[in-house]
C-alpha cells in the first residue's frame, strides 16, 4: 500500500493530462518553445564564445608578439661585452615577470633551446606560484628545436597564498629569443588566463538562461490564458450538454460576445431548443399512444363484459346448437379468453407506462417460484410433451422481492420455453449467493438468431411471423416481464443461438434497492457450444 | 503522450550540450601566431666573425680571437669560441677596453705573444684611463689544447680592439654628474659604443659615477644601490626606459630632480631619445614624473650657465659687445669710461668686470652695469697678469707671472688668495682657462726644450688640473697638472688656447708659416680622426671661443678674423680699433 499513493497520483496526473487539453496544448507549447530557446540561446552561447575566444587570441598573440619584441629590442641594447649568461637572463626575465604581474599573465623562460631538459627540471624561470606543467607538452615539443612562435589552449595551474591550487583555461604563447651573453636560444611562454572571458561568458550564459526562462514562462502563461478563452465556454457546453443527456431539456449555454464561439454556443442553443422541441412532441406522441391504449383497454371492457357474459349463455347452451354453432360457441369462448387476457396485459402494460407498478416486496425463494411454476404449466408441458426440470441447489435461494411479479416473470419465461421447446425438455436453474438470486430458463428449440435476444423483449415481437401462438400467448409476455424486472433493479436478459436453443436469466438483487455486480448463473448455459 | 520523453531527451542533450559549451577549452592544438612583433634591427654595417676552425694553429687561433673581438654589433660571443671552456666561464671582457693602433703578428707556441702599438685603456665605464705603459703592451696567451684544438686558456679581461674599428664602433661623449654645491653639471669625457647599445652604455657608466678620484670635484645624485637591468631600451617615440633596481625611495625630492638633470644632459646626447622613463623598481623617483624631457635642466648645463652668447671687446678702452661685425657699448660705466684695461673678463652673468691695468700689475673689480661709482682695485703690484677667468660661481682666477714663476691667486667671496696649483705654480705659464663649471684649469705651460741635458728650443704643453671644493663651495685643493698627450711627434709653441666645448680645447699655433687649430680632450684622450684640425694661411694670433654647444670659435690677428665653424674659413677683416676680443667667463 505504501506506493499506492504515488501511484495513485501517477493516475491521477494522467488522468488529468488524458482529459485536459489545456494542460496539453500548455505543456507541448512550452516544450516546443523550450527547444527552439535551447537551440537559439546555444546558438548564440556558441557565438559569444567564438567571438570572445578569438578577440582574446588575437590579443594575447600580440601582447606576447609585443612582448618578445621588447625583449629583443632590449637585448639589442645590452652591451656586447655582457657575457654572463644567468645574469641576463636575470635581468631580462625579471621586468616581464613585473609587467606580467601587473597585466595578468605568467611568464617561464626556458632554455636553451636544444638541452633536452624538461621544463620541470630546473634551469626555468617561471613567474611567482606557477606551475610550469601548465605549459603543455605539445607546446615545449614545437619549441624544442628552433620554431616560429606558436600558441595553443591550456590549462594554468597557480599556487595560491593559501595553498590551494587554482585552475582555470588559459591561452599560452610561446617564442624564442636568443640570449646576447651566450648566443643560445632560449624559449618564452606567456601564460594568459581566460577567467574573464569564462565569466564574461557565464555572464551572458546567465542572462540567457534567465531571458529563455522568462521566456518560457511567459510563453505558458499566454498559453494558458489563450486556451483558458477557448476551453471554459467549450467546458460550460459540455456540462450543459451534459445536463441535457441528464434530461434538462431546459438547460442553455449562456452567450456572451459576439465571437465564434458565442455563435457556437447559440448553434448549441438552437440544437437544444430544437431537440426539446422535438423530445417534447414525441413525449407527448408517446404520451397520447399510451393513454389511447389505456382508454381504449378500459373503454374495451365494458363491452368485453357484455360480449363475455353472452358468450358464456351461449357457451353454456352449446349443446342444444347444431354442431356447427356449437362449434362456434367454443370458438367464440377461447377467443374470449384470449381477448380478455390480451386485454389485461395492456392495462398491465399501461399500468408501467403510467409509472402506477407499486412493489410488495418480502424474501422469496426463487426455488419454491421455480417450482410452484412448474406445477402451474405441468398441463401445458403435457401437452406439448415437454419435461421441465428444475435444477436447484439443496438450499433456499433468497432475493427480496414481489413474490406475484416474480412468479408472473417466471411463468412467462417457463411458459415461452414450452412454446418453443419443440418437445425437448426445459430446464429451470436457480442460484443464489449473498448478493443475488438468480433463476434460468434453458430450452433446447430452435434458438435465436443473432441479434434477436435483445428484440425478444419488444411488445408483440415474434422471431417467426408465420408460426401461430400456439401456447396462446399475447406477444406482451415478456415486455412485461421485463418491466417487472426493472422495477426489482434486476437483469432480465436473453442467450439463444440457431439450433442449440435460448436461455433466459433473471436475475434479482438480495436486497430490494441493492446494486447487482454479476449473476450466480452465467448467461451462456454451460452446455452450449460457446462454452465448449 | 509519446511525444514527451523524445521532447525530454532532445531538450536534455540541449542543456548538456549548452553547459558543455559554456566552459572554454583547456587544451588544443598548437596554432603558428602569425602577429610577429615589431621589432627592427638596425640597420647598418654587420660582422659575425667565422668561429675557430678545425685544426687552426695557436697563433691563428690568437690572431682570429683578436680579430672576433671586431665583431659588429659589439658582442663577445664569438671571441669566447676561441677559449677554453674554463676561460670562458672566467671571462670578463666588460672590466675594460684596450684600444690599439697596431699589433703585431702572434708568435709562438704554447704562449702566443702579440706586441700592441699605440695602445690605451678605457675603464668599464668608458673614461680614458691613460695609455698603456711599453711594458705592458707586449700579451702572451698561454695555449692549451682541448678537443684536440688549441684554445687560449688566459685571456686577459678586457675587450682588445683596433684603433680603427673603436673610430667606427664607440663615440666619445660626456656623461654628466653635479659640482660638489649641486648648481651646474660637469662634463667627464667617455666613450662608449655607438649603435643600439648607445643609451645602455651611456647610463651604465652614468650610474657608475665620477669615481673615488674625483670626489670632491664632482658629484653624482644616481645612488650607488641603483642598478641598471639589461638595458635602456628605446621605442619608436624616442622615450628611453631607464629601469634602474634598487630602492629609489630613500631620495629627496631634490637629489631625485638633480639625478634625473644628470640622466637628461646624459642621454640627451642620443639623438633619438626625445624623452626617459625612469624609475627605481618600478616606481618613478621622489617628486619625479615618470617621463623625463631630455631637455629639462637646462639652467644645470655646464657651458651656458646664464651665459650671453655676445662677443665682448674693448674700443677705445671701453667695453663692447655684440657681434664681430657690429659691437656696441655696453650700459654702464665701462662701456662710457676708459679704464685702462689691457685685458678684462666679465663675468658668467655679465654682472661683473676685471680689467687688468697698469701694465699688467693691477686689477680692478666692479659691476658691469654701474652708473657711477669706481671700480676697486683688488691686486695691485703684480708682475704681469694673464688675462683673468671667471667660473660660475663668480670666482675669479688670476695667474701673475712672477719672475719665480706663476703664482695663481683665486677671488671668491672670502677674498683674493693664493692657490698652489702642482705643475701650474711656479712654471712659466703662458695660457690659462679655467672651465664654467670651475672644475677645470687648463694650461700651456713653456717647458725647457732640454732633452737628455742638450739645449732645444722650448717647447709648450697643455696640462690640466682638477679643482677640488668642498660642498659650500669653498675652494679644497687642484689636483696635480697632467699633461694632455700631443698627438703628433712635434712639440709646437702655442700661440693661444681656447674652449671648443665643455671637454675640450681648441689650441692655435703655428705651422712654419701657416697657423693650425687643433682640438685636445681635456681628458687626454685621443681625439676622433674625424674632428678637424683646419689649417689657416695669415699672422693669427688669438683664438676666441666658447664652450657652449654649437658656439662660434674664431682664430683673429690684428688685421683680420676668421670664424672656423664655418665651412669655407674666409678671413673678414677686423675693426680695427676693437682689442680683446672675448666671451664672458
Same mark, same amino acid.
Given at each position: 500500500?505504501?506506493?499506492?499513493?504515488?501511484?495513485?497520483?501517477?493516475?491521477?496526473?494522467?488522468?488529468?493530462?488524458?482529459?485536459?487539453?489545456?494542460?496539453?496544448?500548455?505543456?507541448?507549447?512550452?516544450?516546443?518553445?523550450?527547444?527552439?530557446?535551447?537551440?537559439?540561446?546555444?546558438?548564440?552561447?556558441?557565438?559569444?564564445?567564438?567571438?570572445?575566444?578569438?578577440?582574446?587570441?588575437?590579443?594575447?598573440?600580440?601582447?606576447?608578439?609585443?612582448?618578445?619584441?621588447?625583449?629583443?629590442?632590449?637585448?639589442?641594447?645590452?652591451?656586447?661585452? $655582457?657575457?654572463?649568461?644567468?645574469?641576463?637572463?636575470?635581468?631580462?626575465?625579471?621586468?616581464?615577470?613585473?609587467?606580467?604581474?601587473?597585466?595578468?599573465?605568467?611568464?617561464?623562460?626556458?632554455?636553451?633551446?636544444?638541452?633536452?631538459?624538461?621544463?620541470?627540471?630546473?634551469?626555468?624561470?617561471?613567474?611567482?606560484?606557477?606551475?610550469?606543467?601548465?605549459?603543455?607538452?605539445?607546446?615545449?615539443?614545437?619549441? @624544442?628545436?628552433?620554431?616560429?612562435?606558436?600558441?595553443?589552449?591550456?590549462?594554468?595551474?597557480?599556487?595560491?597564498?593559501?595553498?590551494?591550487?587554482?585552475?582555470?583555461?588559459?591561452?599560452?604563447?610561446?617564442?624564442?629569443?636568443?640570449?646576447?651573453? $651566450?648566443?643560445?636560444?632560449?624559449?618564452?611562454?606567456?601564460?594568459?588566463?581566460?577567467?574573464?572571458?569564462?565569466?564574461?561568458?557565464?555572464?551572458?550564459?546567465?542572462?540567457?538562461?534567465?531571458?529563455?526562462?522568462?521566456?518560457?514562462?511567459?510563453?505558458?502563461?499566454?498559453?494558458?490564458?489563450?486556451?483558458?478563452?477557448?476551453?471554459?465556454?467549450?467546458?460550460?457546453?459540455?456540462?450543459?450538454?451534459?445536463?441535457?443527456?441528464?434530461?434538462?431539456?431546459?438547460?442553455?449555454?449562456?452567450?456572451?460576445?459576439?465571437?465564434?464561439?458565442?455563435?457556437?454556443?447559440?448553434?448549441?442553443?438552437?440544437?437544444?431548443?430544437?431537440?426539446?422541441?422535438?423530445?417534447?412532441?414525441?413525449?407527448?406522441?408517446?404520451?397520447?399512444?399510451?393513454?389511447?391504449?389505456?382508454?381504449?383497454?378500459?373503454?374495451?371492457?365494458?363491452?368485453?363484459?357484455?360480449?363475455?357474459?353472452?358468450?358464456?349463455?351461449?357457451?353454456?347452451?352449446?349443446?342444444?346448437?347444431?354442431? @356447427?354453432?356449437?362449434?362456434?360457441?367454443?370458438?367464440?369462448?377461447?377467443?374470449?379468453?384470449?381477448?380478455?387476457?390480451?386485454?389485461?396485459?395492456?392495462?398491465?402494460?399501461?399500468?408501467?407506462?403510467?409509472? @402506477?407498478?407499486?412493489?410488495?416486496?418480502?424474501?422469496?425463494?426463487?426455488?419454491?417460484?421455480?417450482?410452484?411454476?412448474?406445477?402451474?404449466?405441468?398441463?401445458?408441458?403435457?401437452?406439448?410433451?415437454?419435461?421441465?426440470?428444475?435444477?436447484?441447489?439443496?438450499?433456499?435461494?433468497?432475493?427480496?422481492?414481489?413474490?406475484?411479479?416474480?412468479?408472473?416473470?417466471?411463468?412467462?419465461?417457463?411458459?415461452?420455453?414450452?412454446?418453443?421447446?419443440?418437445?425437448?425438455?426445459?430446464?429451470?436453474?436457480?442460484?443464489?449467493?449473498?448478493?443475488?438470486?438468480?433463476?434460468?430458463?434453458?430450452?433446447?428449440?430452435?434458438?435465436?438468431?443473432?441479434?434477436?435476444?435483445?428484440?425478444?423483449?419488444?411488445?408483440?415481437?415474434?422471431? $417467426?411471423?408465420?408460426? @401461430?401462438?400456439?401456447?396462446?400467448?399475447?406477444?406482451?409476455?415478456?415486455?412485461?416481464?421485463?418491466?417487472?424486472?426493472?422495477?426489482?433493479?434486476?437483469?432480465?436478459?436473453?442467450?439463444?443461438?440457431?439450433?442449440?436453443?435460448?436461455?433466459?436469466?433473471?436475475?434479482?438483487?438480495?436486497?430490494?434497492?441493492?446494486?447487482?455486480?454479476?449473476?450466480?448463473?452465467?448467461?451462456?448455459?454451460?452446455?452450449?457450444?460457446?462454452?465448449? | 503522450?509519446?511525444?514527451?520523453?523524445?521532447?525530454?531527451?532532445?531538450?536534455?542533450?540541449?542543456?548538456?550540450?549548452?553547459?558543455?559549451?559554456?566552459?572554454?577549452?583547456?587544451?588544443?592544438?598548437?596554432?603558428?601566431?602569425?602577429?610577429?612583433?615589431?621589432?627592427?634591427?638596425?640597420?647598418?654595417?654587420?660582422? /659575425?666573425?667565422?668561429?675557430?676552425?678545425?685544426?687552426?694553429?695557436?697563433?691563428?687561433?690568437?690572431?682570429?680571437?683578436?680579430?672576433?673581438?671586431?665583431?659588429?654589433?659589439?658582442?663577445?660571443?664569438?671571441?669566447?669560441?676561441?677559449?677554453?671552456?674554463?676561460?670562458?666561464?672566467?671571462?670578463?671582457?666588460?672590466?675594460?677596453?684596450?684600444?690599439?693602433?697596431?699589433?703585431?703578428?702572434?708568435?709562438?707556441?704554447?704562449?702566443?705573444?702579440?706586441?700592441?702599438?699605440?695602445?690605451?685603456?678605457?675603464?668599464?665605464?668608458?673614461?680614458?684611463?691613460?695609455?698603456?705603459?711599453?711594458?705592458?703592451?707586449?700579451?702572451?696567451?698561454?695555449?692549451?689544447?682541448?678537443?684536440?684544438?688549441?684554445?687560449?686558456?688566459?685571456?686577459?679581461?678586457?675587450?682588445?680592439?683596433?684603433?680603427?674599428?673603436?673610430?667606427?664602433?664607440?663615440?666619445?661623449?660626456?656623461?654628466?654628474?653635479?659640482?660638489?654645491?649641486?648648481?651646474?653639471?660637469?662634463?667627464?669625457?667617455?666613450?662608449?659604443?655607438?649603435?643600439?647599445?648607445?643609451?645602455? &652604455?651611456?647610463?651604465?657608466?652614468?650610474?657608475?659615477?665620477?669615481?673615488?678620484?674625483?670626489?670632491?670635484?664632482?658629484?653624482?645624485?644616481?645612488?650607488?644601490?641603483?642598478?641598471?637591468?639589461?638595458?635602456?631600451?628605446?621605442?619608436?617615440?624616442?622615450?628611453?626606459?631607464?629601469?634602474?633596481?634598487?630602492?629609489?625611495?630613500?631620495?629627496?625630492?631634490?637629489?631625485?630632480?638633480?639625478?634625473?638633470?644628470?640622466?637628461?644632459?646624459?642621454?640627451?646626447?642620443?639623438?633619438?631619445?626625445?624623452?626617459?622613463?625612469?624609475?627605481?623598481?618600478?616606481?618613478?623617483?621622489?617628486?619625479?614624473?615618470?617621463?623625463?624631457?631630455?631637455?629639462?635642466?637646462?639652467?644645470?648645463?655646464?657651458?651656458?650657465?646664464?651665459?650671453?652668447?655676445?662677443?665682448?671687446?674693448?674700443?677705445?678702452?671701453?667695453?663692447?659687445?655684440?657681434?664681430?661685425?657690429?659691437?656696441?657699448?655696453?650700459?654702464?660705466? &665701462?662701456?662710457?669710461?676708459?679704464?685702462?684695461?689691457?685685458?678684462?673678463?666679465?663675468?658668467?652673468?655679465?654682472?661683473?668686470?676685471?680689467?687688468?691695468?697698469?701694465?699688467?700689475?693691477?686689477?680692478?673689480?666692479?659691476?658691469?652695469?654701474?652708473?657711477?661709482?669706481?671700480?676697486?682695485?683688488?691686486?695691485?703690484?703684480?708682475?704681469?697678469?694673464?688675462?683673468?677667468?671667471?667660473?660660475?660661481?663668480?670666482?675669479?682666477?688670476?695667474?701673475?707671472?712672477?719672475?719665480?714663476?706663476?703664482?695663481?691667486?683665486?677671488?671668491?667671496?672670502?677674498?683674493?688668495?693664493?692657490?698652489?696649483?702642482?705643475?701650474?705654480?711656479?712654471?712659466?705659464?703662458?695660457?690659462?682657462?679655467?672651465?664654467?663649471?670651475?672644475?677645470?684649469?687648463?694650461?700651456?705651460?713653456?717647458?725647457?726644450?732640454?732633452?737628455?741635458?742638450?739645449?732645444?728650443?722650448?717647447?709648450?704643453?697643455?696640462?690640466?688640473?682638477?679643482?677640488?671644493?668642498?660642498?659650500?663651495?669653498?675652494?679644497?685643493?687642484?689636483?696635480?697638472?697632467?699633461?694632455?698627450?700631443?698627438?703628433?711627434?712635434?712639440?709646437?709653441?702655442?700661440?693661444?688656447?681656447?674652449?671648443?666645448?665643455?671637454?675640450?680645447?681648441?689650441?692655435?699655433?703655428?705651422?712654419?708659416?701657416?697657423?693650425?687649430?687643433?682640438?685636445?680632450?681635456?681628458?687626454?684622450?685621443?681625439?676622433?680622426?674625424?674632428? &678637424?684640425?683646419?689649417?689657416?694661411?695669415?699672422?693669427?694670433?688669438?683664438?676666441?671661443?666658447?664652450?657652449?654647444?654649437?658656439? &662660434?670659435?674664431?682664430?683673429?690677428?690684428?688685421?683680420?678674423?676668421?670664424? /672656423?665653424?664655418?665651412?669655407?674659413?674666409?678671413?673678414?677683416?677686423?675693426?680695427?680699433?676693437?682689442?680683446?676680443?672675448?666671451?664672458?667667463?
Amino acid at each position: 500500500m505504501a506506493d499506492s499513493t504515488p501511484t495513485g497520483a501517477l493516475r491521477r496526473g494522467l488522468t488529468f493530462w488524458r482529459r485536459s487539453i489545456q494542460a496539453r496544448v500548455v505543456a507541448s507549447t512550452v516544450l516546443l518553445s523550450a527547444v527552439v530557446v535551447a537551440a537559439v540561446g546555444w546558438l548564440l552561447i556558441q557565438q559569444t564564445q567564438e567571438g570572445l575566444l578569438k578577440n582574446r587570441v588575437e590579443t594575447v598573440v600580440a601582447e606576447a608578439a609585443n612582448e618578445t619584441a621588447d625583449v629583443n629590442s632590449q637585448l639589442a641594447r645590452a652591451p656586447g661585452t $655582457d657575457n654572463d649568461a644567468g645574469t641576463q637572463l636575470r635581468d631580462l626575465f625579471e621586468p616581464i615577470e613585473d609587467r606580467g604581474a601587473a597585466r595578468g599573465f605568467a611568464v617561464v623562460l626556458a632554455g636553451p633551446v636544444g638541452s633536452g631538459v624538461p621544463l620541470d627540471g630546473g634551469g626555468t624561470r617561471s613567474s611567482a606560484g606557477l606551475d610550469v606543467t601548465s605549459v603543455p607538452g605539445s607546446l615545449q615539443d614545437h619549441f @624544442a628545436s628552433p620554431a616560429d612562435p606558436a600558441w595553443t589552449y591550456t590549462q594554468i595551474r597557480m599556487d595560491q597564498e593559501n595553498g590551494e591550487v587554482r585552475e582555470g583555461a588559459g591561452i599560452v604563447v610561446g617564442s624564442q629569443i636568443e640570449l646576447k651573453a $651566450d648566443g643560445e636560444l632560449y624559449t618564452l611562454y606567456y601564460l594568459f588566463s581566460l577567467d574573464e572571458d569564462a565569466e564574461t561568458l557565464s555572464l551572458v550564459s546567465r542572462a540567457l538562461l534567465t531571458a529563455a526562462v522568462s521566456l518560457l514562462v511567459l510563453v505558458a502563461g499566454l498559453t494558458w490564458l489563450v486556451t483558458r478563452q477557448v476551453v471554459t465556454p467549450i467546458r460550460l457546453a459540455r456540462r450543459v450538454a451534459e445536463r441535457l443527456a441528464a434530461g434538462e431539456l431546459q438547460e442553455r449555454v449562456r452567450v456572451t460576445g459576439e465571437d465564434d464561439l458565442a455563435r457556437l454556443a447559440t448553434s448549441f442553443n438552437q440544437m437544444a431548443s430544437s431537440l426539446q422541441k422535438q423530445i417534447r412532441q414525441l413525449e407527448e406522441l408517446s404520451r397520447v399512444q399510451r393513454r389511447f391504449v389505456s382508454d381504449v383497454s378500459h373503454e374495451l371492457r365494458t363491452p368485453l363484459t357484455t360480449v363475455r357474459m353472452a358468450g358464456d349463455v351461449l357457451y353454456d347452451g352449446r349443446r342444444d346448437f347444431d354442431p @356447427a354453432t356449437s362449434r362456434a360457441a367454443e370458438l367464440l369462448q377461447t377467443e374470449l379468453d384470449r381477448f380478455e387476457t390480451l386485454l389485461a396485459d395492456l392495462l398491465e402494460i399501461s399500468r408501467f407506462d403510467a409509472g @402506477a407498478a407499486q412493489l410488495d416486496t418480502d424474501d422469496v425463494n426463487l426455488v419454491d417460484v421455480a417450482h410452484r411454476v412448474v406445477n402451474m404449466t405441468r398441463a401445458l408441458a403435457d401437452q406439448r410433451s415437454v419435461a421441465v426440470l428444475v435444477r436447484a441447489p439443496g438450499r433456499p435461494c433468497l432475493a427480496e422481492a414481489d413474490v406475484r411479479r416474480v412468479e408472473r416473470i417466471v411463468r412467462n419465461l417457463v411458459t415461452n420455453a414450452i412454446d418453443h421447446a419443440e418437445s425437448r425438455d426445459v430446464v429451470i436453474r436457480v442460484e443464489g449467493d449473498e448478493s443475488a438470486a438468480a433463476i434460468a430458463v434453458r430450452d433446447y428449440g430452435v434458438g435465436l438468431a443473432p441479434g434477436e435476444s435483445a428484440m425478444v423483449f419488444n411488445r408483440f415481437w415474434r422471431a $417467426d411471423p408465420a408460426r @401461430a401462438r400456439t401456447s396462446g400467448g399475447t406477444g406482451l409476455g415478456l415486455s412485461i416481464s421485463l418491466e417487472d424486472t426493472h422495477l426489482h433493479g434486476g437483469w432480465l436478459q436473453a442467450w439463444g443461438r440457431p439450433g442449440e436453443g435460448a436461455q433466459f436469466r433473471l436475475t434479482l438483487p438480495r436486497r430490494a434497492g441493492g446494486q447487482l455486480r454479476q449473476s450466480p448463473i452465467p448467461l451462456v448455459p454451460v452446455d452450449s457450444q460457446e462454452m465448449v | 503522450m509519446r511525444r514527451t520523453p523524445a521532447l525530454s531527451t532532445a531538450i536534455a542533450l540541449v542543456i548538456v550540450a549548452l553547459s558543455g559549451c559554456v566552459s572554454l577549452p583547456e587544451s588544443g592544438p598548437v596554432v603558428p601566431a602569425d602577429n610577429e612583433g615589431s621589432f627592427a634591427d638596425e640597420l647598418g654595417s654587420r660582422y /659575425l666573425p667565422n668561429p675557430p676552425q678545425p685544426g687552426e694553429s695557436a697563433t691563428d687561433i690568437v690572431r682570429h680571437f683578436l680579430e672576433a673581438m671586431t665583431a659588429t654589433p659589439i658582442q663577445t660571443n664569438s671571441a669566447a669560441e676561441f677559449l677554453t671552456e674554463d676561460a670562458q666561464a672566467s671571462w670578463e671582457p666588460e672590466g675594460e677596453t684596450i684600444v690599439y693602433g697596431d699589433a703585431t703578428q702572434p708568435k709562438g707556441q704554447t704562449r702566443v705573444s702579440v706586441a700592441l702599438t699605440d695602445a690605451h685603456v678605457l675603464d668599464s665605464r668608458g673614461v680614458f684611463a691613460g695609455r698603456l705603459p711599453p711594458a705592458d703592451r707586449t700579451f702572451s696567451f698561454r695555449m692549451t689544447i682541448e678537443e684536440g684544438q688549441w684554445r687560449i686558456d688566459d685571456p686577459p679581461d678586457a675587450l682588445i680592439v683596433p684603433r680603427y674599428w673603436t673610430d667606427d664602433q664607440f663615440r666619445p661623449v660626456d656623461v654628466y654628474f653635479f659640482d660638489p654645491t649641486a648648481r651646474i653639471l660637469v662634463p667627464e669625457p667617455v666613450s662608449v659604443p655607438r649603435g643600439e647599445q648607445f643609451a645602455t &652604455a651611456l647610463t651604465r657608466s652614468l650610474l657608475a659615477g665620477p669615481g673615488p678620484a674625483l670626489a670632491q670635484v664632482s658629484r653624482n645624485f644616481l645612488p650607488p644601490q641603483l642598478t641598471l637591468g639589461l638595458s635602456v631600451p628605446v621605442d619608436a617615440d624616442g622615450i628611453a626606459d631607464v629601469a634602474l633596481q634598487g630602492d629609489g625611495s630613500s631620495m629627496s625630492a631634490e637629489e631625485a630632480e638633480l639625478a634625473a638633470v644628470q640622466l637628461a644632459w646624459t642621454l640627451r646626447q642620443d639623438p633619438a631619445i626625445r624623452s626617459i622613463r625612469l624609475t627605481a623598481d618600478g616606481q618613478p623617483l621622489p617628486g619625479q614624473s615618470s617621463l623625463i624631457r631630455v631637455e629639462d635642466g637646462a639652467q644645470y648645463g655646464p657651458a651656458d650657465f646664464s651665459s650671453s652668447t655676445s662677443l665682448l671687446a674693448l674700443r677705445d678702452g671701453r667695453l663692447v659687445s655684440g657681434q664681430p661685425d657690429a659691437m656696441t657699448p655696453v650700459d654702464g660705466l &665701462a662701456g662710457q669710461q676708459d679704464y685702462g684695461f689691457t685685458d678684462f673678463a666679465v663675468s658668467l652673468d655679465s654682472t661683473q668686470v676685471a680689467g687688468i691695468t697698469d701694465g699688467g700689475t693691477s686689477v680692478l673689480l666692479g659691476p658691469t652695469f654701474a652708473r657711477d661709482g669706481l671700480l676697486d682695485q683688488v691686486v695691485s703690484g703684480a708682475t704681469s697678469l694673464l688675462p683673468p677667468v671667471w667660473d660660475f660661481a663668480d670666482r675669479l682666477w688670476l695667474v701673475d707671472r712672477t719672475s719665480q714663476g706663476a703664482q695663481v691667486t683665486l677671488i671668491d667671496r672670502q677674498g683674493p688668495r693664493l692657490v698652489d696649483v702642482p705643475g701650474v705654480t711656479g712654471e712659466r705659464v703662458r695660457h690659462v682657462l679655467v672651465s664654467r663649471d670651475g672644475s677645470r684649469l687648463v694650461s700651456v705651460v713653456r717647458r725647457p726644450g732640454r732633452v737628455r741635458g742638450e739645449e732645444r728650443p722650448p717647447r709648450d704643453q697643455v696640462v690640466t688640473s682638477r679643482i677640488q671644493y668642498d660642498d659650500r663651495g669653498d675652494l679644497l685643493a687642484v689636483t696635480d697638472a697632467r699633461r694632455l698627450p700631443w698627438p703628433t711627434g712635434e712639440r709646437p709653441r702655442i700661440r693661444d688656447i681656447a674652449w671648443r666645448t665643455a671637454t675640450s680645447v681648441a689650441v692655435l699655433y703655428p705651422i712654419r708659416e701657416l697657423v693650425q687649430v687643433r682640438t685636445l680632450t681635456v681628458d687626454g684622450a685621443p681625439v676622433d680622426a674625424s674632428v &678637424a684640425s683646419p689649417t689657416l694661411g695669415g699672422d693669427y694670433r688669438y683664438l676666441i671661443g666658447s664652450p657652449e654647444i654649437g658656439g &662660434a670659435l674664431f682664430a683673429a690677428s690684428a688685421q683680420a678674423y676668421t670664424d /672656423l665653424t664655418e665651412a669655407d674659413r674666409n678671413p673678414e677683416p677686423a675693426d680695427v680699433d676693437l682689442s680683446t676680443l672675448t666671451y664672458t667667463g
